[in-house]
């Protein structure tokens, strides 16, 4: 089993030898820093499991390290614990302000210092657990995370509502009002030009949100949603959500990193429609769609897939009987089945 990496940020020796002595006999792996702007760069290249941070240092004290790590994607999550000998309630609240976990004061005592660290890594474990994209899983996300009482209709008045295929979820320039959770059934989201042509952007499935990105700008869709399917989606209002968003640093840092996700995928979709060939492109559309599915056999019109494609429904069609008369799919009334996965994956840009 590895050990959980700590990282302890502090300027005064004595203090730091003590606590990575503690942490080293509690069987922790600790790496040292000891000022603010050392523990940053370590911090961004080790990516600790939880940091022990002292609030007054040289160069960049402690609220300033916290707040360079809870912008970053690879670092919001890591659980952060001020460790300060000061104990005035507005150090605390700035602290909890910027999205502190917890705090020590000193001087500390071995088994608060430890009992601290245990909760928070087991804190943190528990809702990385919990977003493995499952309704039920949601729900005890949302239990794990709220932590307030004024949160618990998150989890036990969700409202759901059951979509018919082709129904819209929402139209560009429409205002947000919910985050939308798929519990079953698919989802297309799109954009429409000025000539009305629809050009399919993304495919969601159970257990993806969708609709977050205006919603967290407080802007009008900049997109399309309508059902692939007969879908099943829950709608979390947007002030609940914003509080459990603005009120969580897990919360927070989930969704900076879906974001992140989200800006790498549309870019790599953007090269490829830019400079792969139709015959690529429809592959690669194909494949992407078994993917959401999680399985060799798709179901999909034949102009839906010409606007993941981003091309006409004939030259689609042209395609996919290419394909068939290849031996990649089958197609059995209208049912697309990958019959050879890798050809498709290697054909040439």
Request: net charge negative; aromatic share 8%.
């Amino acid at each position: 089993m590895n050990k959980k990496k700590i990282l302890v940020i502090e300027d005064n020796l004595e203090v730091r030898e003590n606590l990575t002595e503690i942490l080293e006999l509690s069987d922790y792996l600790v790496l040292e820093a000891e000022d603010g702007t050392e523990g940053v760069e370590i911090a961004s290249r080790e990516k600790p499991d939880l940091i022990i941070c002292d609030v007054m240092m040289p160069r960049l004290d402690g609220f300033g390290v916290l707040n360079i790590l809870s912008k970053k994607t690879d670092t919001a999550s890591i659980p952060f614990i001020f460790l300060t000998a000061k104990a005035e309630k507005s150090d605390f609240r700035r602290g909890m302000n910027l999205g502190a976990d917890d705090y020590i004061t000193k001087p500390f005592y071995k088994d608060e210092l430890l009992a601290v660290v245990e909760t928070r890594l087991r804190k943190s474990e528990q809702v990385r657990k919990h977003f493995d994209r499952t309704d039920q899983a949601l729900g005890a996300f949302i239990n794990e995370a709220k932590g307030y009482e004024e949160l618990k209709k998150l989890s036990d008045q969700r409202k759901v509502k059951q979509y018919k295929k082709r129904e819209t979820i929402y139209e560009e320039g429409d205002y947000p009002r919910y985050l939308y959770f798929i519990k079953q059934g698919t989802i297309k989201i799109f954009k429409t030009n000025e000539s009305g042509k629809e050009y399919i952007i993304d495919v969601l499935k159970e257990g993806d949100f969708l609709g977050y990105v205006d919603l967290i700008k407080d802007t009008p869709y900049t997109e399309s949603a309508a059902a692939l399917d007969d879908a099943e989606l829950s709608l979390i209002p947007k002030d609940d959500f914003s509080a459990l968003l603005y009120g969580n640093r897990d919360v927070s840092s989930q969704l900076i990193r879906m974001l992140a996700n989200d800006i790498a995928d549309k870019e790599e979709q953007l090269l490829q429609l830019a400079y792969n060939s139709v015959r690529k492109r429809v592959a690669d559309a194909v494949l992407f769609l078994s993917e959401k599915e999680g399985k060799n056999e798709i179901n999909i019109l034949r102009d839906d897939l010409a606007r993941i494609v981003g091309t006409a429904k004939e030259s689609v069609i042209r395609m996919l009987t290419e394909f068939k008369n290849d031996g990649y799919i089958d197609i059995v009334e209208g049912s697309i089945t990958i019959k050879d996965r890798q050809k498709l994956v290697n054909l040439p840009a």
